[in-house]
Structure formats: structure tokens, C-alpha cells
């Protein structure tokens, strides 16, 4: 895989708000340009109740909370890649503050693949068009005076980005906490070759980059954490660590992917995300459905 094909500036220093959401371990981000008042969100959460299907939006409307206090604008909503473990508030988000939203251009491929698994027909497009922005690897865009770019980072999902800020990098899935280790690779479209490989583009950053985790779930007891360095992941990363070679990481991923249970929101967090945080279409009483694929991931 090729070397990043941008230069970070580590002089921008971006302050970056963290929201921990322990329903889903995930931690979302409000990334503010130091020089202006504007920001951008990565990675928001809907809540969602699956034994009843209930949505609402506590963790969403505390960031909107976050940034009305601050008189903030935001102008980004950014998701590091269509997760299948919590589902996006990015539409709500919009909806009251405005700012577009923002993914890797093979959200098609994930769109295709998942389109098929649940039968979704014609009328869902495959195309990314529910996205303002697709972003292909080195892209750049603006949060206020700040410079942001966008690196291809798959492996965990083809549409994985790793995002990067002045001296703040949201890696998503594709890297934990050092003693956290990487993320699976076994979903369709990922590949643990693939995620070793990009990883080693995160980890060709500058030593000083501040890392941000789009999850943590607190190995062996630990209080959740979700910022490191890149220097910190080389030196102590349990996977990829003190120069770990490809073949070694593939053959424990394998193995170790081979023993993990499928998420608890996978099957309802794909269907939305896919559709970039929207429902499915209401049916003709007007009542939202989602599938369940018997068999079918």
C-alpha cells in the first residue's frame, strides 16, 4: 500500500471533545478548529433499544448541547466507515445544525454488498448519493482555517478512512488502544492482509500524532481510554507492536476473528448506516421495518 499521499501539519492543534457512548463503547468526537468557530463531528451514535426497536438520541443531542453552548458551526459530519456496531445520528445531527456528511467513496462497495444481503431492490441506490461528500484517498476538505484529509485505510470494511487533522488522526476500527489491538477483519469485503497493511499507513504518521479510538472496551478491567500516539502504538501495540511482521498479524487475526461473536447491532447498524444514518422507507401505513437475514451474514 502506498505512503500517504499528503503531509500532516502538526502545528494545528484541534481541540477534540470526547463522547463516550457505553451502550456501544464507541466514542464520537467534536474536533474544533482552534482559530475559528468551526467543528466538525466524527462518528456519532443513535440510541437504539433492540429488544423494542425504540430510537432516541441522548448521545446525539448531547453533542448538539456541546456545541450550541459554544456557539459553534458545525460543518462536518464524518463517519470513518459504516459501522456495524452502533447506528449514526449523523441525519438528526444535521437536521438541527446543518454541516454535511462525509464518507470513503467505497461506501458503494458495502452498499452493494449489503444491499443484497437484505434484499433491499431496485429503489436503493448503490451509488453513495445519500453522502454529500465521498471521499477517495487523499482528499482534503476544510473545518474552518483547518486543513483536513482523508487516507484509505481498509481492512476492517472497504470503506474504512482514517481522518486526519493538523496533529489529530480518528483511525475508526482500524486501530484500538495499544493493549486493545486491532480490529476484526472478518466482515465481508475485509481482509486481515489488507488491515495489516493499513495500519502500517496509520503508523507511518509522525511519532507525536495524537490517535483517537472510534471504540475501547477497557482490557482487563481497565477505565475506558480512547487517545494514544502513534509512537505509543508502535512501542506497545499487542498486535502490530515492536515491529510485528504481516504474516504473523494475519495468522492471529484469522484465528482470533474465527472466535468472536458477530455484534449485538450489527444486523439493524448496517441497514442504517449504509443508508447514511436513515431509516429504511416507511411502508404504506407508515411503519419503519428492519430484516432479519436468517442466515444471511
Known amino acids: 500500500m502506498t505512503a500517504l499521499p499528503f503531509t500532516p501539519d502538526l502545528s494545528v492543534k484541534p481541540d477534540v471533545t470526547a463522547f463516550f457512548d457505553p451502550a456501544t463503547n464507541t466514542i464520537s468526537y467534536v474536533v474544533k478548529d482552534p482559530s475559528s468557530q468551526a467543528c466538525a463531528i466524527y462518528d456519532s451514535v443513535m440510541d437504539f433499544e433492540y429488544a423494542s426497536g425504540h430510537i432516541s438520541y441522548e448521545h446525539a443531542d448531547a453533542m448538539i448541547a456541546h456545541i450550541r453552548e459554544r456557539a459553534l458551526t458545525l460543518e462536518w459530519l464524518i463517519e470513518t466507515h459504516v459501522h456495524a456496531d452502533h447506528l449514526s445520528a449523523a441525519p438528526y445531527i444535521q437536521g438541527k445544525l446543518g454541516g454535511k456528511l462525509g464518507i470513503g467513496e467505497n461506501i458503494r462497495i458495502v452498499q452493494d454488498t449489503f444491499g443484497k444481503v437484505f434484499n433491499e431492490g431496485t429503489e436503493f441506490q448503490r451509488d453513495g448519493s445519500q453522502f454529500d461528500r465521498l471521499f477517495k484517498d487523499g482528499d482534503s476538505y476544510q473545518i474552518g482555517t483547518m486543513t483536513a484529509y482523508a487516507a484509505h485505510t481498509p481492512g476492517h470494511t472497504p470503506a474504512c478512512m482514517t481522518h486526519v487533522v493538523g496533529d489529530a488522526a480518528f483511525v475508526g476500527d482500524t486501530l484500538f488502544m495499544p493493549d486493545g489491538g486491532s480490529a ?66 494475519v495468522k492471529m487475526r484469522e484465528a482470533r476473528d474465527a472466535t468472536l461473536a458477530m455484534p449485538k447491532l450489527i444486523i439493524p447498524s448496517l441497514q442504517v448506516n449504509m443508508r447514511a444514518g436513515q431509516l429504511p422507507p416507511k411502508d404504506e401505513d407508515g411503519k419503519t421495518f428492519l430484516k432479519v437475514p436468517v442466515n444471511g451474514l
Not at 493499513?198 to 481497565?222: E, K, T, W
Not at 475506558?224 to 506497545?236: G, L
Not at 502490530?240 to 504481516?246: A, P, S, Y
Open 184 to 249: 476484526r477483519a472478518d466482515f465481508p469485503g475485509g481482509d486481515a492482509r489488507t488491515l495489516y497493511r493499513s495500519i502500517q499507513r496509520v503508523l507511518a504518521l509522525p511519532g507525536a500524532m495524537r490517535l483517537f479510538m472510534c471504540h475501547d472496551y477497557g482490557p482487563n478491567g481497565r477505565d475506558i481510554q480512547w487517545e494514544t500516539t502513534v509512537a505509543d502504538e508502535i512501542e506497545h501495540n499487542i498486535h502490530v507492536g515492536k515491529g510485528t511482521d504481516e504474516d504473523t498479524f
